[in-house]
Each structure stands twice: as C-alpha cells, then as structure tokens.
C-alpha cells in the first residue's frame, strides 16, 4: 500500500474511532455553563427570599445578594446598595418631586452589621471618656446612631436623603424638600419613620427628617424581628452587653412612627 493511501485510511479510522469522544465546542460549553449558572441562580434567589435572624440583623453582603441592587449614580451621592423594589420606587418618587422643582438624593443607603460595628465603636471610643462604658455611652451614640444589628439599614429598605444635618430641612431648600415628601412620600411606599415627638413618637431616636423607609418590606421585617430577635443575640462590638438595659428592641427597633 502507497503513503498516500495509508494515511487516507489512517484518518478515516481516526474520525471513526475518536468522532465520539471529540471536546465540545464553545457554544456548548457556554450554553452548558450558562444553564448551570441560572440553576444556581434561582436556589440564591430562593434562599434569599428568607428572612433569617442573620438577615435582618444584616449579617449578609448586600453585593450577593439577589434582592439587591446597585443605586443608579444619578440618584445617590456614593455607590451604595438598596433593594431592587426600594430602588425603583424611589425612582417614581423622584421623577414626581422634580416636576415640583425638588431634587431628591439618597446619601446613605445599605449598610451591614459590620459596616455598623464601625460606625459604633468609632463613636463608643471617642465618648468613653466622657460618658463611660456603660448604658450612658450607649444611649449618648443611640441618639442619632443604631446599635450594631438593630438597625433598618440593615435591610435594604431605609434610605438617608439630601442631608444629615437636622438644621438643613428648617429653611430654604431642605424645608421645601421635607414639606414635599411628608405631603407625597406616602404615595410611593415611603414613611418618615423617625418623625418629631409632636406626631406622638416618644420612645427611640431622635427625629430624622432625612430617614425614609419603604414600609410595604420593611413593616414585614419588623414583624420578622419581634418573633426572630432578642437582646441576647446582640453581641461581638463594645456595649453589646447594655444591649437589655437600653431597651433596644423595644424602643430603638420598635420605636417607629410606621408599622
């Protein structure tokens, strides 16, 4: 048998013997991967529709997940995290208030038991020296600041607007800005949970003009904390034994003007 011949059999039995067994091209891998990816992706998705005590207490990464979405760079002052539902919402909301010649910004949006934690011992080490380590350290930071685990922006649901400062939202623009939302918000699912003592809330912070929180999620939250949490599970960050003696629960977490 010539060369020529030889190697032409030799291929044929090649493709016959090894055709079975070649690699898959990449489109099959890709639509294999991808498959795999939209399975795994609605096991997240149905495990996140929980509300576990280790979320509403925020010991989660909003980044992972799927309830949550980046807050588009127009409508917020940081990259931040919201719900997707919170997110759209304020979105009609603000489309609304432009039209009255108001400009609505969310400032600070989702933030995580250990995002908390920072923001808390930072202001427990700057007070120890004035107020102590017990219950009057803690109830000084509770004034304007939650309590690492109590806090609604835990859940993706609270939003902080246009300014921190009490003093903005009584003249000029922020009193406009404050005067349209308690008037509109309500149309769009928002609440001024931590409204003045006047609307009859005596217990928990101090008024917030700029706290607004969606109420349609975060009401069932709420719910969700009273039967999932107590103060025992408040641990791991200074002052966290004071968690009982400052009545947490009962006048931080509860002490809302919306349920």
């Known amino acids: 048998m010539n060369r020529g011949k030889f190697g032409l059999i030799l291929g044929f039995a090649t493709v016959l013997v090894f055709g079975f067994t ?8 890709w ?16 495990n996140d529709s929980q509300i576990t005590k280790a979320f509403l207490m925020g010991k989660f990464f909003a980044a992972q997940d799927a309830r949550f979405g980046l807050v588009p760079a127009g409508m917020s002052s940081k990259a ?32 995580n ?16 020296n004035q107020y102590g380590t017990g219950a009057g350290n803690a109830r000084h930071i509770l004034l304007y600041s939650s309590m690492p685990g109590s806090s609604r922006h835990h859940w993706g649901t609270d ?8 003093g903005y939202f009584k003249m000029g623009r922020g009193l406009a800005e404050i005067t349209w939302l308690r008037k509109h918000a309500k149309d ?24 607004w929180s969606y109420i349609p999620l975060s009401s069932e939250y709420l719910k969700a904390y ?3 949490v107590t103060v025992a599970d408040f641990t791991g960050f200074y002052g966290s034994n004071k968690a009982a003696e400052v009545r947490i629960i009962e006048d931080f977490v509860q002490g809302v003007a919306c349920k």
């Open 22 to 29: 070649q690699q898959p091209s990449i489109k099959q891998l």
């Open 31 to 46: 639509s294999n991967t991808k498959l795999e990816n939209e399975l795994n992706h609605a096991a997240f998705n149905q």
């Open 80 to 111: 931040m995290y919201l719900q997707k539902d919170v997110i759209m919402a304020f979105q009609t909301m603000r489309r609304a208030a432009m039209l009255a010649g108001i400009d609505l910004k969310i400032i600070s949006g989702t933030r």
């Open 113 to 128: 038991f250990w995002e908390q934690k920072a923001i808390w011992e930072r202001k427990w080490t700057a007070n120890v």
């Open 159 to 166: 939003l902080d607007i246009n300014s921190l400062e009490p």
């Open 188 to 211: 769009y699912g928002f609440c001024e949970v931590y409204s003045p003592r006047s609307t009859g809330r005596l217990a928990g912070y101090e008024p917030e003009a700029w706290h």
């Open 226 to 228: 009273a039967n999932t």
